[in-house]
């Protein structure tokens, strides 16, 4: 891997005072309130249809002005884009297509001013295999040390034709590709778990570990305040590759332990990882993207010496009602208490259908849905998961975009489509790139003000209406319920960190808790319910009327109340 880079590098000195001054409260990520950029459609600085770093660096105050405490970045490292920046080519250096490392430090620097923190992706499963170990690996052919570094094995049969194992890739297809050799024949096989440009990291060999130790040192001393870890699950292996014996291998994820998924070996990796964090000041974090089968094995991950968070996937995968959020979100708490860990919540990322569009639409369709729905009943029921996932202990996460109510496009044109996954059969759906259209900043313009030269993914006609101009200081938007929600919740006293609620006996249909002087009823049924007014109303998602010490609640509406 190159470490070599062109005059406009930033410098690589510690910049731990500059961190120190961005929030002086402790713990900071245990409430933190963590807004998801994917830097490709969030804004585009220099007209050329594709979000960049200083178009991130300029929205920043709108971040700020938003109430979040910290942006999570989407891989900007130098890329082919085989799988939208998560195949990486150069850890240590940014796409030219979203600028260089002058701009990564320039949005770091204002982000602190701003007293803003910022998290970027890190991709330890895997490279680009246009990295300069996989190029190597392959130039020298069998038995290069380069090779150990990954997973390359003779294939099986008479002429090692057939793959080392029955893996399947997450995006289809199998999980293994044969090379050519530099000979001309048919050679060995490498391991994908995702696309075949993205050789998977053999995490055995000491020099993968060393490696990424040192990229985490490099990022830390830009300035960065933490990591999230992409495939956090994946970087260990069984030994010896067993077969799994079983085809539609992507229909079992999240359901059990599997061989290239969660296995126990990875704890000691984010171990050493923690070692290096805590060398620095400011309270630097990682937070794992770990999907498995139980929040039970989600908390191994957040154990007080290994990382400090772990996205809830069982949350964001659960149902739009009362008994099932109210089951996940109490074994969520159990899970995390015994490790000190703080829970987190999300809704929607830029893998998974964007919940506007998921409540819209009938239970049971999954995370990625291909079909817009009732976009009126989408957008009540995401108002009002909203302010119940703000009200829940812990930490949230907001993807961008969905502040103001976005809905998935789910009509885009075959021919612009770039999800890998679409273009393989039987793996995952595919249609991520309905979550991914650049958003609307303004009700005109040829890209609503996303830019001035279009944008990489078509936006639908009138997204200009959702835009944040367009709600900006509207009374009932869903940007303007977001902003009081923030603010509502950095304010309350009873609200942010903990790690239990106290239940309120509701009809069914409704979920009903208490925290401190705080109250929170969400209505997740058809019909409105009358229901106690547990005190002054501090914010609601929908229209409630209150007479005579009780509230109507319309059907899919949250309530705040609180008694301070």
């Known amino acids: 891997m190159s470490q070599h880079h062109s005059a406009d590098q930033a410098p690589t000195s510690s910049r731990e005072a500059a961190v120190v001054t ?3 409260r402790r713990d900071w990520w245990r409430d933190a309130v963590i807004y998801q950029v994917y830097p490709r459609s969030y804004a585009d600085s220099n007209g050329d249809g594709m979000g960049d770093l ?5 929205r920043l105050p709108y971040l700020r002005d938003l109430g979040v405490d910290a942006v999570w970045l989407s891989p900007f490292y130098a890329s082919p884009q085989a799988d939208a920046g998560y195949d990486v080519a150069d850890y240590r250096a940014v796409d030219p297509m979203f600028g260089n490392l002058l701009d990564a430090d320039a949005l770091i620097r204002d982000a602190h001013g701003l007293s803003l923190r910022i998290i970027v992706d890190l991709v330890p499963n895997h490279s680009s295999d246009q990295h300069e170990w996989f190029k190597r690996a392959l130039a020298e052919g069998p038995g290069s040390p380069l090779r150990e570094r990954y997973h390359f094995r003779p294939g099986k049969g008479a002429g090692g034709e057939l793959p080392p194992n029955d893996w399947e890739s997450i995006f289809g297809g199998p999980a293994w590709t044969r090379v050519t050799e530099p000979d001309g024949t048919p050679g060995e096989w490498y391991l994908h778990l995702f696309a075949p440009e993205q050789p998977d990291f053999n995490w055995e060999h000491p020099a993968v570990g060393d490696e990424f130790r040192s990229i985490l040192r490099f990022w830390l001393d830009m300035g960065v305040d933490g990591f999230r870890i992409d495939v956090a699950h994946g970087l260990v292996k069984a030994d010896g590759l067993p077969d799994l014996g079983s085809h539609d291998q992507v229909k079992l994820l999240g359901n059990d332990v599997m061989p290239f998924f969660d296995q126990d070996g990875v704890h000691e990796i984010y171990r050493q990882w923690r070692l290096v964090l805590d060398e620095y000041a400011g309270e630097r974090v990682f937070v794992a993207e770990a999907w498995t089968p139980t929040v039970e094995r989600t908390a191994n991950y957040v154990r007080p010496d290994e990382l400090h968070q772990a996205f809830n996937f069982q949350y964001l995968s659960t149902e739009w009602d009362a008994a099932e959020l109210c089951e996940v979100i109490d074994r969520t708490l159990e899970a995390m208490r015994p490790v000190g860990a703080p829970a987190t919540w999300v809704l929607s990322n830029h893998d998974v259908t964007r919940h506007a569009t998921r409540f819209a639409n009938p239970p049971g369709l999954g995370t990625q849905i291909r079909t817009a729905g009732d976009r009126d009943l989408g957008l ?23 502040e103001l109510g976005l809905p998935d496009v789910v009509d885009l044109p075959d021919e612009v489509r770039q999800d890998p996954a679409y273009f393989r059969g039987a793996g995952q759906d595919g249609f991520r790139d ?4 650049p958003i609307p900043w303004t009700r005109t313009g040829s890209s609503y003000g996303f830019g001035d030269g279009g944008s990489w993914l078509p936006q639908p006609i009138g997204w200009g209406e ?11 938007s869903t940007l303007e319920l977001y902003r009081a929600a923030l603010a509502a919740r950095r304010d309350h006293p009873d609200l942010g960190a903990g790690d239990r609620v106290e239940w309120l006996k509701a009809p069914e249909g409704l979920l ?3 925290r401190g002087e705080f109250v929170c009823v969400t209505n997740t049924g058809g019909e409105s319910v009358t229901t106690p007014a547990y005190g002054r109303l501090l914010l609601a998602s929908g229209e409630v009327a209150e007479t005579d010490g009780e509230a109507k609640l319309p059907a899919d509406t949250t309530v705040w109340w609180t008694r301070a």
């Open 434 to 437: 309905g979550c991914r259209v």
């Open 380 to 402: 009540r029921r995401a108002r009002a998961a909203t302010l119940l996932m703000l009200a829940l202990p812990g930490s949230a996460y907001v993807y961008q975009g969905e």
């Open 22 to 24: 961005v929030a002086g």
């Open 54 to 58: 200083e178009g991130v660096r300029t």
């Open 512 to 514: 009903a808790f208490r």
């Open 466 to 476: 959702l835009s944040v101009e367009a709600q900006t200081g509207v009374v009932g």
